[in-house]
């Protein structure tokens, strides 16, 4: 007797069997998988950990290194059960150079958690992100230069940079400094004040080099990029362009600046004499904030002869020279720099591949 073949609806409901099948494997795996996620997160709260990779223990990682969605929400969900948010981003635990999924600690309780460096340069890009796709909807780029009057006050605010804003009572008006102070009165405002610089890293796109200067000058003596403190009334370019001429002899084009972020420094020293504070006591640091540029450049379009008495050196160096040196080789900041700077790049190049 021959074997009867299958009827349709009998093929259909063996085809729903096994799909059923599937997805209940699939549901226990993302459980069990959700579960020791949430476990292994549980534990590294518990010993003061914030910035904690997708993992189930510290030594072993998951054949997939990626949370899915529905694993992401199961993970979510199990930890808000114990008054724990988080939040999900792709960082580099520890110091690995390979890339993984990172749950940020958010909230724990009613208390919010300041986040990593990580996940605030996470955050940073994200709110670029958000600024562009704004701009977008509002049509592109919002025209430096135009004046807007303020109801409230009547006065007239325009974008001259980046992020930076000149108010005045006129459309046009330009607000007026003494651009020059003498040593002494320098020397009080360092005491006083923080002082804000522009620092530009001259760098090649195609090698991947970073323009390095080794400074003879206080407070940063060593391996540093060019740059200085910016005067009253000077926009970032306004001071990008006023240092790269003065410590380097080269004119720039306004165009090719971006803004990668912003850095702050206490040192203890500086080149200027020192003052003394309200209680006779001798002050010889400064604090300074620092704006960053890229400004990219060709290596053999800079004469490396020609640099101002504040370099004993300048030169080339691969960005991933600086951002692997050992320990101790550069200020943590420069190495901070270079890396947000990749990270820029890296970033800006991923947006403008994706349609949003």
Not at 12 to 18: A, W
């Given at each position: 007797m021959k074997n009867r073949s299958p009827s349709l609806s009998e093929l259909?409901?063996?085809?729903?069997?096994?799909a059923a099948k599937a997805q209940s494997r699939e549901a226990t795996r993302v459980a069990r998988r959700v579960q020791k996620i949430s476990k292994y997160v549980l534990g590294q709260v518990a010993k003061g950990k914030t910035d904690i990779p997708a993992h189930t223990s510290p030594f072993s990682r998951l054949v997939d290194d990626y949370l899915r969605p529905e694993e992401f929400t199961g993970v979510k969900?199990?930890?808000?059960?114990?008054?724990?948010?988080?939040?999900?981003?792709?960082?580099?635990?520890?110091?690995?150079?390979?890339?993984?999924?990172?749950?940020?600690?958010?909230?724990?309780?009613?208390?919010?958690?300041?986040p990593s460096s990580q996940y605030a340069r996470e955050l940073e890009m994200r709110a670029i992100a958000a600024t562009r796709r704004a701009k977008e909807q509002r049509g592109g780029e919002v025209v430096i230069g135009h004046p807007v009057q303020l109801e409230q006050t009547g006065k007239y605010v325009r974008r001259v940079g980046e992020r930076e804003y000149?108010?005045?009572?006129?459309?046009?008006?330009?607000?007026?400094?003494?651009?020059?102070?003498?040593?002494?009165?320098?020397?009080?405002?360092?005491s006083t004040k923080v002082i804000q610089c522009v620092d530009i890293m001259v760098h090649d796109p195609v090698r991947d080099t970073i323009l390095i200067g080794t400074r003879q000058q206080e407070p940063q003596a060593g391996d540093w990029i060019i740059g200085g403190g910016m005067r009253a009334g000077e926009t970032v370019a306004d001071a990008a362009h006023r240092h790269m001429r003065r410590e380097l002899h080269m004119n720039i084009d306004d165009d090719q600046l971006s803004t990668v972020g912003n850095y702050k420094f206490a040192w203890d020293t500086r080149a200027q004499g020192s003052t003394l504070n309200e209680d006779g006591e001798e002050v010889t640091g400064c604090h300074t904030s620092s704006t960053l540029v890229r400004y990219p450049v060709?290596?053999?379009?800079?004469?490396?002869?020609?640099?101002?008495?504040?370099?004993?050196?300048?030169?080339?160096?691969?960005?991933?020279?600086?951002?692997?040196?050992?320990?101790?080789?550069?200020?943590?900041?420069?190495?901070?720099?270079?890396?947000?700077?990749?990270?820029?790049?890296?970033?800006?190049?991923a947006f403008s591949a994706v349609q949003y």
């Open positions: 259909q409901q063996r085809v729903d069997d096994h969900g199990a930890l808000g059960a114990h008054g724990i948010e988080v939040d999900r981003y792709v960082g580099y635990p520890g110091h690995s150079l390979e890339q993984t999924d990172m749950l940020a600690v958010t909230q724990i309780g009613d208390k919010r958690v300041r000149v108010t005045a009572a006129e459309p046009h008006g330009v607000v007026n400094f003494k651009k020059f102070a003498n040593d002494a009165a320098y020397a009080e405002a360092l060709y290596e053999e379009d800079v004469d490396l002869g020609s640099f101002n008495e504040e370099y004993s050196r300048v030169a080339w160096v691969p960005a991933a020279d600086i951002m692997s040196a050992p320990e101790g080789t550069y200020h943590p900041c420069l190495i901070d720099m270079v890396t947000d700077m990749k990270a820029e790049q890296e970033y800006a190049s």
